[in-house]
């Protein structure tokens, strides 16, 4: 799982083609959110460090990854994680740390531009668990938000 050239200088840029997308957050309606259990994420902080986290849940505007060690708050960071469906790669705004739980963190971010291609793959992932949910049909593996 590889991040793109989302935070890269126009000179070094090479378009492909594809729009960026810009999350809007809707005060009166609250965006879907799909609970996982298992996802492995890689956040790439903004001096180039990469850390592993788990990515707990999920929306078309943001999620809440459990953390070893808490960001601060305000941080921008590239937020990377594979679904069934391919890879969700973005950046996104670290919000304040809501909780710790046993050596690590639960925290919330925002993302704040997705690629077309990323935000319809998450699209497509949040949907397909609320029919299962609606229906009925819990998968037993979580873990890919499936």
Do not use: W
Not at 3 to 26: E, K, V
Not at 82 to 95: F, H, I, K, P, R
Not at 127 to 145: T, Y
């Amino acid at each position: 799982m590889g991040f793109g050239n989302l935070a890269c200088p126009r000179s070094r840029c090479h378009s492909d083609g594809r729009m960026t997308h810009y999350p809007q957050i809707n005060a009166l309606h609250r965006a879907p959110r799909i609970q996982l259990t298992t996802t492995p994420a890689v956040i790439k902080l903004g001096d180039g460090v990469r850390a592993k986290a788990r990515l707990q849940a999920v929306s078309s505007t943001g999620g809440l990854l459990q953390l070893t060690k808490a960001l601060s708050g305000g941080d921008f960071v590239e937020v990377a994680f594979e679904t069934n469906s391919g890879d969700v790669q973005g950046m996104a705004e670290m919000l304040d740390p809501v909780r710790s739980v046993q050596g690590s963190v639960l925290q919330p971010f925002r993302f704040v531009a997705l690629d077309d291609e990323a935000h319809q793959i998450l699209d497509r992932m949040i949907e397909s668990e609320r029919d299962r949910d609606f229906l009925g049909l819990h998968s037993s593996d979580r873990s890919r938000g499936f």
